[in-house]
Protein backbone atom coordinates (compact mmCIF):
# COMPACT_ATOMS: atom_id res chain seq x y z
CA UNK A 1 0.00 0.00 0.00
CA UNK A 2 1.62 3.36 -1.13
CA UNK A 3 0.82 6.80 0.48
CA UNK A 4 0.43 8.27 -2.62
CA UNK A 5 0.43 7.45 -6.30
CA UNK A 6 1.22 10.00 -8.89
CA UNK A 7 -0.09 9.76 -12.32
CA UNK A 8 1.93 11.35 -14.72
CA UNK A 9 5.43 12.11 -14.59
CA UNK A 10 5.93 15.34 -16.52
CA UNK A 11 6.72 18.63 -14.11
CA UNK A 12 3.82 18.50 -12.15
CA UNK A 13 3.94 14.74 -11.63
CA UNK A 14 7.82 14.70 -10.61
CA UNK A 15 7.67 18.01 -8.48
CA UNK A 16 4.96 16.61 -6.70
CA UNK A 17 6.37 13.12 -6.11
CA UNK A 18 10.15 14.38 -4.57
CA UNK A 19 8.86 16.65 -2.47
CA UNK A 20 6.02 14.21 -0.84
CA UNK A 21 8.58 11.16 -0.62
CA UNK A 22 11.30 13.52 0.83
CA UNK A 23 8.77 14.42 3.94
CA UNK A 24 8.52 10.90 4.61
CA UNK A 25 5.42 9.49 2.40
CA UNK A 26 5.90 6.02 0.78
CA UNK A 27 5.03 7.55 -3.07
CA UNK A 28 4.87 5.64 -6.83
CA UNK A 29 4.63 7.70 -9.99
CA UNK A 30 3.69 6.24 -12.92
CA UNK A 31 4.19 7.36 -16.12
CA UNK A 32 3.48 5.88 -19.81
CA UNK A 33 6.57 6.49 -21.31
CA UNK A 34 10.62 6.44 -20.95
CA UNK A 35 12.83 8.86 -19.90
CA UNK A 36 14.34 10.68 -21.45
CA UNK A 37 12.17 11.58 -24.13
CA UNK A 38 10.94 14.52 -25.85
CA UNK A 39 8.26 16.71 -25.48
CA UNK A 40 6.46 19.58 -27.31
CA UNK A 41 7.73 22.45 -25.28
CA UNK A 42 8.90 26.18 -26.21
CA UNK A 43 11.10 25.36 -23.34
CA UNK A 44 11.05 28.79 -21.72
CA UNK A 45 10.34 28.69 -17.71
CA UNK A 46 9.75 31.67 -16.31
CA UNK A 47 11.68 32.76 -13.20
CA UNK A 48 8.33 32.84 -11.29
CA UNK A 49 9.46 29.64 -10.73
CA UNK A 50 13.16 30.13 -10.05
CA UNK A 51 13.15 30.63 -6.58
CA UNK A 52 10.95 27.20 -5.56
CA UNK A 53 13.53 24.98 -7.36
CA UNK A 54 16.59 26.49 -5.93
CA UNK A 55 14.53 26.54 -2.41
CA UNK A 56 14.13 23.04 -3.21
CA UNK A 57 17.43 21.92 -4.44
CA UNK A 58 15.73 21.53 -7.59
CA UNK A 59 16.77 24.07 -9.90
CA UNK A 60 19.34 22.38 -13.03
CA UNK A 61 22.40 24.13 -12.51
CA UNK A 62 24.43 21.36 -13.73
CA UNK A 63 22.22 21.71 -17.19
CA UNK A 64 23.55 25.51 -18.05
CA UNK A 65 20.10 26.93 -18.16
CA UNK A 66 20.66 29.94 -20.72
CA UNK A 67 19.18 32.99 -19.59
CA UNK A 68 16.35 34.69 -21.56
CA UNK A 69 15.92 38.32 -20.78
CA UNK A 70 14.51 39.68 -24.40
CA UNK A 71 11.65 38.39 -26.49
CA UNK A 72 11.92 39.42 -30.15
CA UNK A 73 9.03 38.92 -32.89
CA UNK A 74 9.77 38.28 -36.15
CA UNK A 75 7.95 38.38 -39.41
CA UNK A 76 8.83 36.61 -42.76
CA UNK A 77 9.54 39.81 -44.51
CA UNK A 78 12.14 40.50 -41.67
CA UNK A 79 10.23 42.81 -39.95
CA UNK A 80 10.88 42.55 -35.98
CA UNK A 81 9.88 43.93 -32.64
CA UNK A 82 12.03 43.83 -29.44
CA UNK A 83 11.30 44.06 -25.72
CA UNK A 84 13.04 43.61 -22.24
CA UNK A 85 11.39 40.77 -20.38
CA UNK A 86 10.84 42.17 -16.73
CA UNK A 87 11.03 38.94 -14.74
CA UNK A 88 12.85 37.05 -17.73
CA UNK A 89 13.15 33.58 -17.84
CA UNK A 90 15.86 30.44 -18.11
CA UNK A 91 15.87 28.40 -21.64
CA UNK A 92 16.69 24.76 -21.04
CA UNK A 93 15.82 21.27 -23.11
CA UNK A 94 12.44 19.49 -21.64
CA UNK A 95 14.77 16.44 -22.30
CA UNK A 96 17.34 17.13 -20.17
CA UNK A 97 14.77 18.94 -16.92
CA UNK A 98 12.41 16.13 -16.68
CA UNK A 99 15.06 13.57 -17.18
CA UNK A 100 16.98 15.48 -14.09
CA UNK A 101 13.88 15.56 -11.85
CA UNK A 102 13.22 11.95 -12.75
CA UNK A 103 16.91 11.28 -11.35
CA UNK A 104 15.84 13.55 -8.33
CA UNK A 105 12.76 11.75 -7.91
CA UNK A 106 15.06 8.42 -7.98
CA UNK A 107 17.41 9.19 -5.14
CA UNK A 108 14.54 10.98 -3.05
CA UNK A 109 12.83 7.30 -2.96
CA UNK A 110 10.20 7.95 -5.16
CA UNK A 111 9.41 3.94 -7.02
CA UNK A 112 9.28 5.25 -10.41
CA UNK A 113 6.67 2.94 -12.82
CA UNK A 114 7.69 3.32 -16.80
CA UNK A 115 5.93 2.72 -19.78
CA UNK A 116 3.41 1.98 -17.40
CA UNK A 117 -0.49 3.76 -18.02
CA UNK A 118 -2.79 3.59 -15.84
CA UNK A 119 -5.93 2.84 -16.92
CA UNK A 120 -8.29 3.11 -13.98
CA UNK A 121 -8.43 4.80 -11.18
CA UNK A 122 -11.04 3.48 -8.47
CA UNK A 123 -11.86 4.75 -4.77
CA UNK A 124 -13.35 3.12 -1.88
CA UNK A 125 -14.05 4.37 1.72
CA UNK A 126 -10.96 3.69 2.79
CA UNK A 127 -8.66 3.91 -0.21
CA UNK A 128 -7.90 3.76 -4.08
CA UNK A 129 -7.52 1.24 -6.15
CA UNK A 130 -4.85 2.70 -9.34
CA UNK A 131 -4.94 -0.16 -12.31
CA UNK A 132 -2.57 -1.09 -14.95
CA UNK A 133 -2.80 -3.29 -17.65
CA UNK A 134 -0.77 -5.65 -15.58
CA UNK A 135 -1.55 -4.83 -12.09
CA UNK A 136 -3.86 -3.37 -9.43
CA UNK A 137 -2.37 -1.04 -6.66
CA UNK A 138 -3.53 0.14 -3.19
CA UNK A 139 -3.12 3.74 -2.30
CA UNK A 140 -4.67 6.26 0.22
CA UNK A 141 -4.47 9.27 -2.02
CA UNK A 142 -3.64 9.90 -5.99
CA UNK A 143 -2.65 12.53 -7.53
CA UNK A 144 -3.63 12.82 -11.20
CA UNK A 145 -0.75 14.65 -13.08
CA UNK A 146 -1.64 13.52 -15.88
CA UNK A 147 -2.17 16.35 -17.84
CA UNK A 148 -5.45 17.73 -20.14
CA UNK A 149 -5.03 15.50 -22.81
CA UNK A 150 -4.98 12.31 -21.26
CA UNK A 151 -8.00 9.99 -21.69
CA UNK A 152 -8.05 9.50 -17.95
CA UNK A 153 -9.20 13.10 -17.47
CA UNK A 154 -12.48 12.27 -19.65
CA UNK A 155 -13.21 9.15 -16.95
C1 LIG B 1 3.38 23.58 -27.89
C2 LIG B 1 3.55 23.87 -26.42
C3 LIG B 1 4.58 24.71 -26.02
C4 LIG B 1 4.74 25.01 -24.64
N1 LIG B 1 5.77 25.81 -24.27
C5 LIG B 1 5.94 26.12 -22.96
C6 LIG B 1 7.02 26.94 -22.53
O1 LIG B 1 7.85 27.40 -23.33
N2 LIG B 1 7.14 27.20 -21.21
C7 LIG B 1 6.25 26.71 -20.28
O2 LIG B 1 6.43 27.00 -19.09
N3 LIG B 1 5.24 25.90 -20.65
C8 LIG B 1 5.07 25.60 -21.97
N4 LIG B 1 4.03 24.78 -22.35
C9 LIG B 1 3.13 24.27 -21.33
C10 LIG B 1 3.77 23.13 -20.57
O3 LIG B 1 4.26 22.15 -21.46
C11 LIG B 1 2.71 22.51 -19.64
O4 LIG B 1 2.13 23.50 -18.83
C12 LIG B 1 3.33 21.48 -18.72
O5 LIG B 1 3.98 20.49 -19.49
C13 LIG B 1 2.28 20.83 -17.87
O6 LIG B 1 2.94 19.90 -17.03
P1 LIG B 1 2.19 18.69 -16.39
O7 LIG B 1 3.18 17.92 -15.60
O8 LIG B 1 0.95 19.19 -15.72
O9 LIG B 1 1.62 17.83 -17.62
P2 LIG B 1 2.37 17.10 -18.81
O10 LIG B 1 3.68 17.72 -19.13
O11 LIG B 1 1.35 16.99 -19.89
O12 LIG B 1 2.70 15.67 -18.22
C14 LIG B 1 1.74 14.67 -18.08
C15 LIG B 1 2.45 13.33 -18.09
O13 LIG B 1 1.50 12.31 -17.78
C16 LIG B 1 1.76 11.18 -18.60
N5 LIG B 1 0.50 10.45 -18.69
C17 LIG B 1 -0.67 10.87 -19.24
N6 LIG B 1 -1.65 9.95 -19.06
C18 LIG B 1 -1.06 8.92 -18.36
C19 LIG B 1 -1.56 7.66 -17.88
N7 LIG B 1 -2.84 7.29 -18.06
N8 LIG B 1 -0.70 6.84 -17.22
C20 LIG B 1 0.61 7.22 -17.03
N9 LIG B 1 1.12 8.39 -17.47
C21 LIG B 1 0.29 9.23 -18.12
C22 LIG B 1 2.23 11.78 -19.94
O14 LIG B 1 3.01 10.86 -20.69
C23 LIG B 1 3.05 12.98 -19.47
O15 LIG B 1 4.42 12.67 -19.31
C24 LIG B 1 3.87 24.45 -23.69
C25 LIG B 1 2.85 23.58 -24.12
C26 LIG B 1 2.70 23.29 -25.45
C27 LIG B 1 1.59 22.36 -25.86
Known amino acids: ?3 VIVVGGGIAGLVNSILLSRSGLKVALFEKKSYPFHRVCGEYISNEVKPFLVRNEL ?5 NPTEIANFRLTSINGKQAQLSLKMG ?9 DHYLFQQA ?5 EVYQ ?3 VIDVRMTDDF ?5 KSQVYETRLVI ?3 GKRSVLDKT
Open 115 to 117: NSV
Open 128 to 132: FYVAT
Open 106 to 110: ESAGV
Open 144 to 146: GAH
Open 89 to 97: GFGISRFSF
Open 1 to 3: MYD
Open 59 to 63: FPEEL
